[in-house]
């Protein structure tokens, strides 16, 4: 009986230390996972602590390193800990980027390094990718990735946009203007000017694109030659048309072989959706670059119906495809708008094609939107108008690695702790927890020994 017993407690002992064996193993291969591997889960209302989809792409498509040099002293007065502010913003971009580095200069310490960078506010940030450098005194993420896309910027784009018909200008502040637009492609690295053909040559040949948004006078003919020479050199071109007479630039819709209908595209949808029923919502895109991953709602108000006919020298794609319970209206907008089937072209209705050909190992780009409104002032925080409109200009510039959906906005905010509240819950997690599961393990332990 004795024999038995001890024979017992010594299987029992053997179990014990196999146990508690397992138990180490189990614990420190947990502990070297955690310690080679990072998982986090973001759940803020928009993810605001990682960084946006746009964000991450842009990270993606830069090779090479990125370094970030930050000028502030320890403490602000009017930020606290500013160091810690803008680290843990880098923080995530550092994250998604394994080349992405931080350095830390205090100007108060260090005032001839400051001065050399020519840094003016504590917290200023310069930024280095390729040779090239920017400055960044903002901390946010639609700012900083907006800088992020200007470095990633190989050469200088100029953006070209036509005057002297009463077009809307690019730096112009009136509701029809296209203002708000050209601000932000200069925060994307774009040059943006002007070119009045009566007075200029040609069309500079180191303007990436050119934009004809919506003339309100006739083209010379002179101007027309000089126009249709650049398209036949290859230049890449916007073209903003909106309904009204085409200003004599009929000969640039029969170079690009476009048919361009008569009247109003009218929109049931957005009516249901509190908005005129002039107002065309996008929500079918066509498969190409501008467009990809594009699933977000644009608004053109007061568009016309664009189609490209196939021929044998244009690839064409219809980039926007809209109104598909609606029509293309030819009689008179006021009063009750009904559908007639006479007179009245039944959607959907393409209102924007991209166009496409080889030129001397080169490809040329065109695009012509049905809706010069879209892109204006009044409109353009309507839906993702400001997005679609940049994805147009990274492909028409040749430079479709940078499309992307820009950062959101931050809606929601931090939960902050006291350093009580945290040392609180760090004992918590790092030494009450561990005692509970020991003091567990050793009464189960201690009962079956008695047992």
Not at 96 to 117: C, I, N, R, W
Not at 125 to 144: P, Y
Not at 255 to 263: C, K, M, Q, Y
Request: proline residues 3%; aromatic residues 8%.
């Amino acid at each position: 009986m004795i024999t038995v017993d001890k024979k017992l407690r010594l299987h029992w002992l053997v179990q014990d230390g196999i146990f508690v064996a397992l138990l180490l193993t189990l614990v420190s291969l947990l502990g070297y996972l955690a310690w080679e591997t990072k998982v986090q889960w973001d759940v803020s209302q928009n993810k605001r602590n990682s960084l946006s989809q746009a964000s991450v792409e842009v990270l993606q498509k830069m090779s090479g390193p990125i370094h970030v040099t930050v000028y502030a002293t320890p403490q602000d007065v009017r930020l606290g800990d500013i160091r810690k502010i803008i680290g843990d913003f880098l923080g995530l971009y550092q994250r998604a980027k394994s080349d992405f580095t931080l350095t830390f200069v205090d100007p108060a310490e260090q005032p001839k390094l400051a001065q050399e960078a020519g840094i003016e506010i504590n917290g200023e940030m310069v930024v280095v990718f390729s040779g090239r450098s920017e400055r960044l005194s903002t901390v946010n993420e639609q700012a900083f990735t907006n800088l992020l896309m200007r470095l990633a910027r190989s050469s200088e784009r100029l953006v070209v946009s036509l005057t002297g018909h009463g077009e809307r200008r690019l730096d112009g502040a009136a509701n029809h203007d296209l203002g708000e637009f050209g601000k932000q492609l200069a925060l994307k690295g774009l040059k943006t000017g002007s070119i009045n053909l009566t007075a200029a040559q040609e069309i500079p040949g180191n303007a990436s694109m050119l934009i004809i948004a919506s003339p309100q006078a006739d083209l010379l003919e002179g101007e027309m030659d000089k126009l249709l020479a650049y398209i036949d050199r290859g230049g890449n071109l916007l073209w903003l048309i909106d309904q009204e007479p085409l200003r004599g630039m009929q000969l640039l819709v029969e170079r690009l072989d476009l048919t361009l209908t008569s009247g109003i595209v009218i929109d049931p949808q957005a009516q249901q959706l509190k908005a005129p029923i002039t107002f065309a919502l996008g929500t079918d895109y066509g498969q190409h670059p501008i467009t990809h991953n594009f699933d977000y709602i644009t608004v053109f108000p007061f568009a016309r119906q664009i189609i490209a006919n196939e021929n044998e020298e244009w690839r064409t794609v219809s980039l926007v495809e809209v109104a598909q319970s609606g029509w293309v209206e030819n009689g008179n907008l006021q009063g009750d708008i009904t559908f007639n089937q006479t007179h009245d072209v039944a959607g959907p209705v393409g209102i924007a094609v991209a166009l496409s050909r080889t030129l001397e190992e080169r490809e040329q780009r065109i695009v012509v939107i049905g809706s010069g409104h879209f892109l204006a002032n009044s409109y353009l925080g309507n839906g993702s108008n400001l997005d679609f409109g940049v994805n147009l200009i990274n492909w028409l510039a040749e430079d479709e690695e940078l499309i992307a959906i820009q950062p959101r906005a931050t809606l929601d905010s931090s939960l902050v702790f006291s350093q009580s509240a945290l040392t609180i819950t760090s004992i918590v997690v790092m030494i009450g927890l561990p005692i509970v599961f020991l003091v567990g393990g050793a009464t189960v332990w201690y009962r079956r020994r008695r047992g």
